[in-house]
């Protein structure tokens, strides 16, 4: 009876801890993953006419605000999305040939706030950020 007394209170302090920790893991998944999907959303926003013009791959000023919208949309707390330039980007599987001037990328950083259950009065509601980037890409891309 008394080693119950001692010892159900630590047991439900690791199961709480366990639990706690596998909701902090599964926010920080899912912040990669809507980051990462906001990234492609942002960077389907080409520029068609500019491609047709001089051939450079360029994404729309409005890319940031769509993989920031796309974010906050999907379950992030907070969103900010920049576009980030790589001079000479080798395409994968080109083998040198498919050189891309420029390319455009957005990178996408996201927010989402966890609340505990059992270590709410200790710590309170959690912070975890995730991040993902993706090019804009040429349709035939992956035929070179």
Not at 47 to 52: I, L, Q, T
Not at 120 to 140: C, I, K, N, Y
Request: glycine share 10%.
């Amino acid at each position: 009876m008394a080693s119950t007394l001692v010892f159900l209170p630590v047991f439900i302090g690791l199961a709480g801890l366990a639990y706690d920790g596998g909701q902090m893991f599964n926010a920080r998944r899912e912040a990669h993953t809507i980051a990462a999907a906001s990234a492609r959303a942002g960077a389907a926003d080409v520029r068609e006419g500019a491609y047709r013009w001089n051939q450079r791959i360029r994404l729309k000023p409005s890319a940031t605000t769509t993989a920031e919208q796309f974010a906050t949309t999907t379950g992030a707390d907070r969103a900010v999305a920049t576009i980030v330039e790589f001079p000479d980007y080798v395409a994968p599987g080109a083998g040198g040939r498919g050189v891309l001037q420029d390319a455009e990328t957005v990178v996408v950083k996201v927010q989402v706030e966890v609340d505990l259950f059992f270590l709410d009065f200790l710590m309170g509601t959690q912070t975890v950020e995730g991040s993902g980037r993706a090019r804009a890409s040429h349709p035939d891309e992956a035929n070179w």
